[in-house]
């Protein structure tokens, strides 16, 4: 509640915002008595009529960033430890992707938000395909590049990425709700004791916005193809 006001005329000044747009507050109270429980309505980034092959939760961080399922959902939700791929898109939009991107995290750290995750589907283009299809966001060039996993996590390779491989990516950034309260703060100095402070995920907000931008301009590059 305390976010909406200024998230609308964010997102009102800002109509190419890449921030989930949020649709309704809603509180229940199920059964007789019971706690009174919370939830957002929010839009669903993914809808398309194509296949999403891949779809992964970036954060910019390495810690505790392994794949999860969520509840019986059988697509595997990869994250930045099994993320080994950049992409190629027309020069001027990764100008324009990564500017948004800028704008948004700006307006998060102004309101002291962290821990807030990129959304990327992948969808495979087949090479007959129309161009322009419903939900198809950005036009790109897939490269697969090596990365290193580290042990214990499992990693889908399900469906091989051809080189150079033509796709359609679905973007946009998610759970952006949490504020970096003292519950974070001690979070982050206990992580800090046994990990490197750099790479968890509870972060001060201009820390994480900064880490989570270098981050993405690794991922969406301009070189050209042919080279």
Do not use: W
Not at 60 to 74: C, E, L, M
Not at 79 to 104: G, H, V
Not at 166 to 176: A, H, K, M, T
Request: one cysteine or more.
């Amino acid at each position: 509640m305390e976010l909406l006001p200024s998230n609308y005329r964010h997102l009102e000044k800002h109509s190419k915002s890449l921030l989930a747009k949020i649709y309704g507050l809603h509180a229940a109270r199920p059964g007789t008595g019971g706690p009174k429980i919370y939830f957002v309505v929010m839009e669903n980034l993914l809808q398309s009529e194509l296949h999403i092959h891949r779809q992964y939760d970036l954060k910019g961080s390495s810690q505790g960033r392994n794949p999860t399922k969520v509840g019986s959902q059988s697509r595997l939700t990869l994250k930045d430890l099994e993320f080994d791929m950049c992409f190629y898109i027309d020069p001027s939009t990764p100008c324009q992707l990564l500017e948004q991107i800028k704008i948004d995290c700006n307006f998060l750290e102004e309101q002291r938000i962290m821990d807030y995750s990129l959304l990327l589907g992948v969808t495979y283009r087949a090479p007959k395909s129309r161009e322009l299809r419903f939900g198809a966001k950005i036009s790109a060039r897939a490269i697969q590049v090596a990365q290193s996993v580290k042990e214990g996590s499992t990693v889908s390779r399900n469906t091989k990425l051809p080189d150079k491989s033509s796709v359609f990516l679905y973007v946009g950034i998610i759970d952006f709700l949490q504020s970096y309260n003292v519950i974070k703060r001690l979070e982050h100095a206990y992580k800090s004791l046994q990990y490197d402070a750099k790479e968890i995920s509870s972060v001060k907000p201009k820390l994480y916005s900064t880490r989570f931008q270098d981050f993405l301009s690794k991922v969406f590059v301009t070189e050209n193809l042919e080279t």
